[in-house]
């Protein structure tokens, strides 16, 4: 036992459980921040575009209309293609053509944003309008890896050196992407947005809200104030503490089973997903409403009781406004995990490509969580960034609920 | 509507209630809550009735156009649901080139408009009566508290009622719906086939038309996916408890704890993400390197990314219970001589046994039952391979694969979702349970 050996390697013992346990703990951290890393380097670019400024005089002959008149379904039919490119040949100087072989500068729907505009406001026609035309996804990409030779092999070296041209003219500039906040889903990873889904995970949570937060605060009081205390109420407490570990799909072949198979209601709505949401949050704020309430100490109650009050008047004049930040805690953790939740949704049919906002809670809808799930399937590099985007913003999201909970606990938070 | 009803039935049963106060001043309870009683009685009849017609709108319109739609049965082979469609939609459209199906359209929207008339009618006629009701019962005869508390009494027992029916709605439309799959399935053929392949059924009349419903290599998939995520998340998770518990002040605690959690709070959608695009093609570049065959979707990138993702759940469940171990135990421990390590290693993760192996279970359970990482990281073929380099599926991918799209509802197919579900419940309950059983009895221990 003496042994300075024997005991070396026992200090050296020591110290290697310790280093392990460092290495574990900084493993940990390093998944954080390169998880955090990973989709911010992917996203950033999500939130900005390089936009053409293009002045575009809308030449009724070029589009093939028949004086400056013409009705909505002319305009259909008018040729926009033509006049991009006549565009584009006046702004870019030499090399013959028609200027179409410039159209792949940029982005597909360039073509349909002045139709757009045209159709907004028919009185245009004859006069000359600026533009701000988003780039193509290569040009985007070209010019945010500065430079980078890869797509020169892809592109015709024309067409690269007429970019590089553009941008010292000083005619591309780097704009905030404000589509990516006011459009609906698109095919094309340019004209794709969250407005539609962040509104229908706004209703969504709504419902979901609306049903969970008082079913479980109401269930909450009455195992904490009424429930006698026999086997039938433990194993009901056992129920509930078990239906929080149940796997969130489960809950969609529920909502499928009984909410849209047997009640009849339709598919891909906020309401259904909302009902789904509810069941799956609702062991979460019984949970931590009954913490809450058990935190309300006794003598609140009996100081109540002692001066008449009835068990309901003890209830809802005391005891409840006491628990309420505690519960509300609570419910905004219970939210968090209802905004994130994708599983559940797919079941009942919320993958639906969505393009409007929905209006009610009757409106086929996507969420902010299968939106991404959609985007990450898709096969254009475009989207790959969108995707990293709405998960920033759904990131986002779900901090300043994290944190509203914890500084809502803190403020409200009393020791007795 | 009917809310409005209440309201003012509510402000004049109070003003009734507060003259009867000043006249008798024997009330049995306080003006509000005859006119919270009187407000109740105006709006929850009213309301019932509302939503009963509502609800019954359709087979109401049937049941007034009946000849019609015997009609024209024939413009939806016959099944009257889709010609009341149709004569909605006509109304939208505002007109048919046929001038029955027009007059019929036409009568439709009137009896239409003429029901949700009546509805509405009804509805304050029944809050009206409901009022004078609740007005007439301001009288010291009735003691409104009392029944107030009984039916705010009756509103909790029946929120509770709603989270027990959730588990028994869960078990009985899961249960329902494999026992009609396992009338078309026999039982033995699912739990021990070794073969999946449920897209045949859909075909009818061709050979092999009811499909291949053997569960094994689903099981097999699933296993394999929740072993690597256990081997990333119960090393690192326990080591880091230790570090939290017996290594780190308390200051660096309260600052990596958080920090650490953070990884609960990010939605399983984007550890696919994740998993689909950043790691998988790692795993793939690096295995080609070893000159290794990875499939592009392979079940270790699934399995590792969702280690991290129950990392902190092991990590938190460990911490307590090892903060739990009592001090006497670690003093006594170093007051015999052992180093830190031994202490650890011989004392206080002894003691915490249970609660980890509890921990563990329930971590378990949580990787069996994710979804969104497997299904965009571990594939949808069903391979009976237990190389974590292979594409792999597992339960819960299957269910989203038959389950997401346009299905019919009775086909074997569509059903097989539900006799997963049912294993998959089955399964997390009773590892739930059981670490249940553990926990508590480590709780024996030391109480």
Redesign the interface.
């Known amino acids: 036992m003496t042994d300075p050996r024997h005991l070396a390697r026992?200090?050296r013992?020591?110290?290697?459980?310790?280093w392990?346990?460092?290495?574990?703990?900084v493993?940990?951290?390093s998944?954080?921040m390169l998880?955090?890393f990973?989709?911010t380097r992917k996203g950033i670019g999500g939130f900005s575009v390089q936009r053409l400024s293009l002045s575009v005089r809308f030449d009724p002959e070029l589009l093939g209309l028949e004086g400056l008149e013409p009705r909505p379904e002319d305009l259909q039919f008018a040729d926009f293609p033509a006049l991009l490119s006549a565009s584009l040949a006046a702004l870019i100087p030499g090399a013959g053509g028609d200027g179409s072989q410039w159209t792949a500068l940029l982005d597909d729907n360039a073509d349909f944003l002045l139709y757009e505009r045209l159709l907004a406001d028919p009185r245009l026609l004859g006069t000359e309008v600026g533009f701000e035309l988003p780039l193509s996804g290569w040009a985007e990409r070209y010019l945010d890896e500065a430079g980078s030779k890869q797509y020169a092999t892809l592109v015709e070296a024309e067409l690269l050196s007429t970019l590089d041209w553009l941008v010292e003219q000083g005619l591309v500039h780097l704009r905030f992407n404000d589509t990516f906040f006011s459009a609906g889903d698109s095919r094309s990873p340019s004209s794709a947005g969250i407005h539609s889904a962040l509104l229908g995970s706004l209703y969504t949570l709504l419902v979901c809200f609306l049903l969970s937060f008082?079913?479980?605060v109401?269930?909450a009081?009455?195992?904490e104030e009424?429930?006698p205390s026999n086997r039938w109420i433990t194993l009901?407490e056992?129920?509930?503490?078990?239906?929080a570990?149940?796997?969130?799909?489960?809950?969609?072949?529920?909502g499928?089973?009984?909410v849209i198979?047997?009640f009849g209601l339709p598919r891909s709505v906020p309401l259904v997903g909302g009902i789904v949401l509810a069941?799956m949050t609702?062991?979460t704020i019984?949970i931590a409403s009954r913490s809450a309430i058990r935190a309300v100490p006794p003598s609140v109650r009996e100081a109540a009781l002692a001066l008449g009050a009835?068990?309901?008047e003890v209830i809802?004049h005391h005891v409840v406004p006491l628990a309420l930040p505690g519960m509300l805690t609570g419910a905004i953790i219970g939210m968090?995990q209802a905004?994130?939740?994708?599983?559940p949704l797919?079941?009942i049919?919320m993958?639906a490509f969505v393009v409007s906002p929905p209006t009610g809670l009757m409106d086929p809808a996507a969420v902010l969580?299968?939106q991404?799930?959609l985007w990450?399937?898709s096969p254009e590099r475009g989207f790959?960034e969108l995707?990293?985007a709405a998960?920033m913003v759904?990131?986002a999201f779900?901090?300043v609920m994290?944190i509203g909970a914890v500084l809502l606990r803190r403020r409200f938070e009393r020791r007795w | 509507m009917a809310v409005i009803g209440a309201s003012f039935a509510g402000r004049r049963a109070k003003r009734q209630a507060v003259t009867v106060l000043s006249d008798a001043g024997r009330l049995g309870a306080l003006p509000r809550h005859y006119a919270i009683c009187a407000a109740l009685w105006c709006l929850l009849p009213a309301l019932a009735v509302y939503i009963a017609v509502l609800a019954g709108h359709e087979q109401l319109l049937r049941w007034y156009l009946g000849d019609d739609l015997r009609q024209l049965a024939h413009l939806a082979a016959g099944d009257p649901r889709w010609v009341l469609q149709l004569l909605q939609e006509v109304v939208v459209n505002g007109g048919h080139e046929d001038a029955m199906v027009w007059e019929a359209a036409q009568r439709c929207a009137a009896y239409s408009t003429r029901i949700d008339v009546w509805r509405t009618v009804l509805a304050i006629a029944i809050a009206t009566g409901g009022g004078v009701v609740g007005y007439l019962q301001v009288s010291p005869a009735i003691r409104a508290r009392h029944r107030l508390e009984r039916f705010a009494y009756g509103c909790l027992l029946a929120s509770t009622c709603v989270a027990v029916l959730t588990t028994v709605g869960i078990v009985f439309s899961v249960l329902f719906e494999s026992l009609r799959f396992f009338s078309a399935v026999p039982p033995l053929d699912f739990l021990l086939g070794l073969h999946w392949s449920p897209q045949t059924a859909i075909r009818e009349g061709q050979e092999g038309s009811s499909g291949a419903f053997g569960v094994v290599p689903l099981f097999v998939g699933t296993l394999v996916v929740s072993a690597v995520a256990m081997m990333v998340a119960l090393p690192a998770g326990l080591l880091g408890a230790i570090h939290l518990s017996e290594y780190a002040s308390q200051r660096a605690r309260n600052i990596l704890k958080p920090l650490i959690e953070i990884l609960v709070g990010v939605p399983t959608v984007v550890y696919g993400f994740i998993a689909a695009l950043s790691v998988a093609p790692l795993i793939k570049q690096l295995g080609e390197w070893l000159g290794l065959t990875v499939a592009s979707e392979n079940a270790l990138a699934a399995g590792l990314v969702m280690g991290v993702m129950i990392l902190p759940f092991v990590l938190s469940l460990s911490d307590d219970v090892i903060s739990a171990v009592p001090a006497s135990l670690r003093e006594g421990a170093l007051a015999l001589g052992a180093t830190p390590a031994e202490m650890i290693t011989q004392v206080v993760l002894p003691a915490a046994l249970p609660g980890i192996i509890g921990g563990g279970l329930l971590a378990v359970s949580r990787a069996i039952g994710e979804t969104m990482i497997v299904v965009m990281a571990a594939g949808l073929a069903a391979n009976l391979s237990a190389n974590p380099l292979d594409a792999m599926t597992t339960v819960t991918v299957q269910i989203v694969t038959l389950l997401v799209g346009d299905q019919a509802f009775d086909s074997p197919k569509t059903l097989a979702a539900f006799a997963l579900g049912l294993s998959l419940f089955i399964v997390t309950l009773s590892l739930n349970v059981i670490s249940l059983l553990v926990v508590r009895r480590y709780h024996e221990a030391y109480d």
Request: some cysteine.
């Open positions: 026992r200090y013992r020591a110290r290697l459980l310790r392990c346990c460092l290495a574990a703990v493993f940990a951290l998944c954080v998880l955090l990973d989709i008082p079913v479980g109401a269930t009081i009455y195992f009424f429930a009901l056992i129920n509930i503490n078990n239906l570990a149940v796997p969130s799909i489960i809950f969609g072949l529920l499928l089973a009984v198979n047997f069941l609702l062991p019984i009835s068990r309901m809802g968090a905004l994130g939740e994708t599983a797919l079941l049919g993958v969580p299968v991404i799930f990450a399937d790959i995707t990293s998960i759904l990131l779900l901090g994290n």
